[in-house]
């Protein structure tokens, strides 16, 4: 992507996510139909964290899945949160003061240019923020320096059906009920429209996976949701 585009790009984002933070996690729930919370557990579950290690959870929002590492990891881990949106890093910090947890940094930064040394954390994670970056494989490819060897990284994103007429109802979905939901529960329309088209541009599962393997990442292992609308990606470094 030319680098005006992914500045483009950047600043469009930003402006989402600085938009619509107040009401990002009940939409979250409304859009999704509250599957978004029995994805997340499941690839939890998948990944089968490990007590006393170090992770690094990207374009972490509202803290959700900073949170559940944080629990994982237990009071000798260390799990940091990583946002470029201070508005849904506010958000993240007072969740973060109602828990006992005392395990978590939250950290305002680029997903595309890490501020830390390579071979830092057992893992990284980024759930449904790699679609809004500029540039996939230059986060892939940061979330591979950061990881130690043998660190997993773990991605949950939108995807993209292949089933004939759901497919055609999930993009019908996405491209015309979400922003009009986005509207009526948040007043942000165009930023959904925004949502719908990151969504559609998006790869699709196998597309991603050789992103994964052309970030350096090997044994990249994908599980879809509900007809592929969602899927994960686990690798090792």
Not at 33 to 55: C, E, I, Y
Not at 202 to 216: C, T, Y
Request: charged fraction near 25%; include cysteine.
């Amino acid at each position: 992507m030319p680098i005006d585009e992914m500045k483009s790009k950047h600043e469009k984002v930003h402006h989402v996510f600085q938009t619509i933070y107040k009401k990002y996690d009940f939409m979250n729930s409304l859009i999704s139909f509250n599957r978004h919370k029995s994805w997340r557990k499941r690839t939890m579950q998948l990944m089968n964290v490990k007590k006393g290690r170090t992770a690094i959870d990207l374009c972490c929002g509202t803290g959700d899945w900073t949170l559940a590492l944080g629990e994982s990891v237990g009071p000798n881990g260390h799990v940091v949160g990583l946002d470029f949106s201070d508005n849904m890093l506010e958000v993240a910090k007072m969740k973060l003061m109602e828990t006992k947890l005392q395990n978590i940094e939250l950290k305002q930064g680029d997903a595309m240019s890490l501020p830390f040394d390579d071979n830092s954390f057992d893992y990284a994670t980024i759930g449904f923020g790699l679609r809004n970056v500029p540039d996939y494989l230059t986060v892939l490819k940061e979330m591979f320096r950061v990881l130690k060897p043998g660190g997993m990284a773990v991605c949950l994103e939108t995807s993209q059906p292949t089933l004939p007429v759901y497919k055609q109802m999930y993009f019908f979905y996405f491209k015309n009920i979400m922003p009009v939901l986005g509207k009526i529960f948040a007043g942000s329309y165009k930023e959904y429209v925004w949502l719908n088209e990151s969504t559609q541009n998006f790869p699709d599962k196998q597309k991603l996976a050789e992103l994964f393997n052309e970030a350096g990442f090997r044994d990249v292992e994908i599980t879809s949701f509900m007809g592929g609308i969602a899927a994960v990606h686990k690798a090792k470094k």
